[in-house]
């Protein structure tokens, strides 16, 4: 083999090293940010991981909505009518949270099976709710609340 050939081989190699090594980052880092959906179903199966991000979605269960002393701290229970899971947040909550709505919270489940929330979200009219609480609430055999109007929010 030629000298030239030598390094030909070598840089080839050196640049497929580099390029699965760019690869290999790449894939840690999007496993690390990627955050799921899970249901209170799922959750009180034992799906959902413990100590890593996810998001759970579902209604604010009636009554079930508690401010703390602290001004910001709120406790509440999200549902999906075949399970509940509490959840505890503190911060500003958006201005259509209610209970019986549907929501979505992203934040972790402590080792008590309390979902420590960092972001809560919440429907932005009354003819939306997020595909994933809605399809939740459809497999535990729940019917997802509308607005006025019918189920695509159209006009009855």
């Known amino acids: 083999m030629t000298p030239r050939r030598k390094r030909r081989l070598y840089l080839a190699g050196l640049v497929v ?3 699965a090594g760019a690869t290999a980052l790449f894939l840690t880092a999007f496993q690390e940010n990627l955050i799921l959906f899970h249901s ?3 959750v009180a199966q034992g799906k959902a991981p413990t100590g890593r991000t996810f998001r759970v979605g579902g209604l604010v269960k009636e009554g079930s909505l508690q401010r703390g002393d602290e001004e910001l ?14 959840v505890v947040y503190n911060g500003i909550l958006p ?12 934040g972790k489940l402590n080792g008590e099976g309390v979902f420590v929330a960092e972001e809560v979200l919440a429907k932005h ?9 809605t399809e939740s609430l459809e ?5 997802p609340p509308h607005g006025p109007g019918g189920p695509d929010g159209s006009p009855q």
């Open 17 to 19: 090293l580099g390029m």
């Open 40 to 42: 209170p179903t799922e």
């Open 73 to 86: 701290r709120v406790r509440f229970v999200v549902t999906d009518t075949a399970h509940e899971v509490p």
């Open 95 to 106: 201005d259509l949270f209610r209970e019986g709505q549907g929501i979505v919270a992203n």
């Open 125 to 133: 009219d009354e003819n939306y709710m997020p595909p994933e609480v």
């Open 139 to 143: 497999k535990a055999g729940a019917q």
